[in-house]
């Protein structure tokens, strides 16, 4: 299975701030690579797909960049309707796997 | 308007049987691949399972293979997960989700999970 490693596990920032997520696949998985955002006791929701598609309805201050193996989440200025869990997602081979999450919060 | 909804959580004892539902709106649920993602409390999230549009092709993880059993029914819209010799660690919140990709005459497109459902919760406890 391809493992996706996501950095920093959280981050602690403040409405306004710049906010850089990264994934690393265990493997080249060309774009195939999703982000979601998630907020407590809800379903996830899609934010990016394709590595730098933003979904429709999604915010332009969330932006998505890499290819291959390393893959980069920005928000590029925090609002606080954005202090969620981020996770990355490769959708390029089965077992289809998750990053474990990085946890945005106020500073 | 597009939506996923869940039912048919619940307890169960360990090495029980549960089925879950997945009722799809708004959108042609026969043209899309579907899946089961589920999350443990407090844990990340888990992809479990995929059946492609015409429930011809099927994946599951590692995990649950040969214990669940994924399948649909295009005449009424809804999407199926038999989870059958459960653990306590199958324990978690189960998402369905629809597969952005598409099939066309000549070949399939891979896609992201652009639509979820609101998840059922599942406890496997004595």
């Known amino acids: 299975a391809i493992r996706m490693t996501q950095s920093p596990s959280s981050l602690s920032a403040s409405t306004g701030d710049r906010v850089t997520i990264t994934c690393r696949a265990s493997?080249?998985?060309?774009?195939?690579l999703a982000w979601y955002q998630q907020k407590p006791g809800k379903a996830p929701k899609l934010l990016i797909y394709a590595a730098s598609t933003l979904q429709s309805g999604v915010p332009s201050r969330f932006s998505g960049s890499g290819s291959g193996t390393d893959f980069t989440l920005t928000i590029s200025c925090l609002q606080s309707e954005d202090f969620a869990t981020y996770y990355c997602?490769?959708?390029?081979?089965?077992?289809?796997?998750f990053g474990q999450g990085t946890k945005v919060e106020i500073k | 308007q597009v939506q996923l909804v869940e039912s048919g959580g619940g307890v169960v004892q360990p090495g029980g049987s549960l089925r879950l539902s997945c009722a799809a709106s708004?959108?042609?649920?026969?043209?899309?691949?579907m899946h089961w993602v589920r999350q443990a409390p407090g844990k990340g999230l888990e992809w479990v399972a995929f059946i492609r549009y015409d429930g011809s092709n099927k994946y599951y993880a590692d995990s649950v293979k040969g214990r669940f059993t994924i399948s649909r029914d295009n005449s009424k819209n809804t999407l199926y997960l038999q989870m059958n010799s459960l653990r306590a660690e199958d324990t978690a919140v189960y998402y369905c989700?629809?597969?952005?990709?598409?099939?066309?005459?000549?070949?399939?497109?891979?896609?992201?999970?652009?639509?979820w459902g609101q998840g059922t919760m599942v406890t496997v406890s004595s």
């Open positions: 493997q080249g998985i060309s774009s195939y």
């Open positions: 989700a629809k597969d952005a990709g598409y099939c066309s005459s000549t070949s399939c497109h891979k896609g992201a999970f652009d639509i």
């Open positions: 997602q490769q959708y390029y081979s089965y077992p289809q796997t």
């Open positions: 708004g959108f042609t649920f026969s043209s899309y691949g």
